[in-house]
């Protein structure tokens, strides 16, 4: 009787997981398609972008009723409960990088793509190939269940913060060198930040994980290191 | 015994409830801090800011704990599983308001009080009035079960968003007519987007509240109206 709800649990279980894989999937297919709109500009990639997610939004409503159901009904403890716990955390924050996505393909849409200065796009598509990397890299830990790597990812999303405060800072010098550009400018300002953000919900993958594997924290004071207050306000929130 | 099984759920689903409206009143605390903060610069009130904000995501992972446990102990069905599953999301959406206030106090900390000009701060003051007055109605309908208000919160987030697109605008006009104000401005951008971020996440308290009483998403499409491709870009994400 214990085998069999054990095996009842574990296919229910493996179900969520690869409906968190999907979801992944999509999230990432719509990263590279908002990274694409920075350079090939037009209202066309935005609807693609926006299209996807609202099937990450459906899978991440469909993700939330099956683990609730799956801890009502075979009553999970320990490990496996932190298991289901960590597919719910992961599917939200998949779900925040889909609508993240999604608004920097409409911004980039509204962009006049003369007006947005070609080193700062340059800029932010290498900012979106890191952070797509590092999804990946989320995605592959996630089905390895590996907590050292977990920790690892985790740790080194400062390369993404510094990469986004260095471009955060090239975009305000073209603002001030030529006003023409501030429009356009303002708009690079929150593709930037969206990618970081995008960073962020990356790191929060790699945090799951290792809760779920360990069955702890991991403790935010060992990660940032010393910085000033400016890069604080800039990278945080 | 079912009434004793009732009774036992009820008590500790009350429980739950006061947990989440602790934890609003302190991310309201926050809010009303990071406001305070826009023209009572220094660092100050960023730290206090972040020492609430660190209760708040304490409690955040309280709610969650419990909430999880109560459907486990419980397996709640219909209603009472939309309440557990409503505090799970609402205490969602008041750690993302901590963290937003913690940034804009962060960033109001940082800015000069020179270059930041004065129309602008004013300007985002009443953006944080408006947004803290939605948050305080927010949770009297999450007290209160009130589908009906919950549905007339969750479709006036436009005001939010039509002051904070306006206020952008205003920015981008001071950043244009002197470059010196184009670091501060920059700040300023992302002080008002937290708000308007902030506005979004009250939002969907109401919805959850919603959700919670009557069983039924609300429609996305009743909302948002007509607007343009970059007011959309603008108050999206």
Known sequence: ?????????????KQLADSVLDMGRLARQSCTLA??????????????????????????RTIEE???????????????LREVVCALRIANDLERIGDLASNIAQRAAVLESTAAPQPLTAGLESLSVLVIERLDEALEIFTQRN??????????DVSVDDLYTSIFRGILTYMMEDPRHIS????????????????????????????????????????TGERSAEVEAITAG
Request: with cysteine; proline share 2%.
């Open 1 to 13: 009787m214990k085998d069999h709800t054990v095996t009842a649990f574990d296919i229910e279980l």
């Open 35 to 60: 990274a694409a709109s920075l350079s090939e500009r037009g209202p066309g990639l935005a609807g693609e972008v926006k299209a996807i997610d609202a099937q990450v939004d459906g899978l991440q």
């Open 66 to 80: 099956a683990g609730i159901l799956l801890i009502a009904r075979r009553q999970p403890v320990a490990f496996d």
């Open 147 to 156: 907590a050292a790597r977990a920790a690892e990812i985790w740790a080194s």
């Open 184 to 223: 356009a400018c303002a708009q690079l300002v929150f593709v930037g930040k969206n990618l970081e953000r995008i960073g962020d919900h990356v790191s929060n993958i790699a945090e799951s994980v290792y809760y779920a594997a360990t069955g702890e924290q991991l403790d935010e004071t060992r990660r």
